[in-house]
């Protein structure tokens, strides 16, 4: 399985970016699918997934800025991020998981400037 990331840049505060990230295959192969961050020195933390079924879930500090959505004609999950702040600055990998494997895509780099 092959997840290929792409979108990252440099953003200045209260910008928005969208990141992308492109599966091998089907994403309803996959029990879900998100995007984790991580700063360098710090554990990569989940940002937001989106499940089979379509539910989906947010760590705390993205809700209602950041948005996780997926377009299934092209294998895609994507994150679109609004209101973006210094904090939110991290390497961003795309995740997806299945019953027993965790697939990780190569990080994009989302700088937020101030």
């Known amino acids: 399985v092959q997840l290929q990331a792409y979108g990252g840049g440099l953003v200045q505060v209260g910008g928005s970016l969208r990141l992308s990230c492109a599966a091998s295959r089907r994403i309803f192969s996959f029990n879900d699918m998100g995007w984790y961050r991580q700063v360098q020195g710090k554990q990569r933390e989940l940002v937001a997934r989106?499940?089979?079924?379509?539910?989906?879930a947010y760590a705390d500090s993205v809700k209602g800025r950041f948005t996780i959505s997926r377009d299934v004609a092209k294998n895609t999950v994507s994150l679109q991020m609004n209101s973006l702040q210094p904090d939110d600055t991290a390497v961003y990998y795309c995740?997806?998981?299945?019953?027993?494997?965790?697939?990780w895509g190569k990080g994009t780099l989302v700088t937020v400037s101030s």
């Open positions: 995740n997806a998981r299945t019953y027993d494997m965790h697939y």
């Open positions: 989106i499940i089979r079924g379509g539910n989906t």
